[in-house]
């Protein structure tokens, strides 16, 4: 990898870390928010970039099912992280192979 190329990823990582520090700083001042959309969908903003919507049966499901998530989220947890943090550099990788 050329010098300009490994400086340009370690600006694109210095500039993702920024980002995720100002999400992670924007979900604790209070940016999470309910609405109910036009349809009679429940829409919780502030989980991630786009809206989560679902039906009141959807929004229970997911209650009933509260500790079999958090089980599965806690014998995954590496995995979900890093999955995570690839996903964001490849798009990162791919904006610069664009630009």
Same mark, same amino acid.
């Given at each position: 990898m050329s010098k300009a190329m490994e400086l340009e990823l370690a600006r694109v990582k210095a500039e993702l870390a920024n980002a995720n520090t100002m999400l992670k700083a924007q979900e604790s001042t +209070?940016? $999470?928010?309910? @609405?109910? /959309? =036009?349809? +009679? +969908? !429940?829409i919780v903003y502030g989980l991630g970039r786009f809206p989560t919507t679902l039906?009141? =049966? /959807?929004?229970q499901f997911i209650f009933a099912n509260q500790?079999? !998530?958090e089980a $599965? !989220?806690?014998? &995954?947890e590496a995995e979900l992280d890093r999955l /995570? &943090? #690839? @996903? %964001? #550099?490849? %798009? @990162?990788?791919? =904006? #610069? @192979? %664009?630009g």
């Open positions: +209070g940016h $999470f928010r309910i @609405a109910m /959309g =036009k349809t +009679g +969908g !429940i039906y009141k =049966k /959807g929004w500790s079999k !998530i $599965f !989220i806690k014998e &995954n /995570g &943090n #690839l @996903a %964001k #550099l490849a %798009k @990162a990788q791919a =904006k #610069l @192979a %664009k």
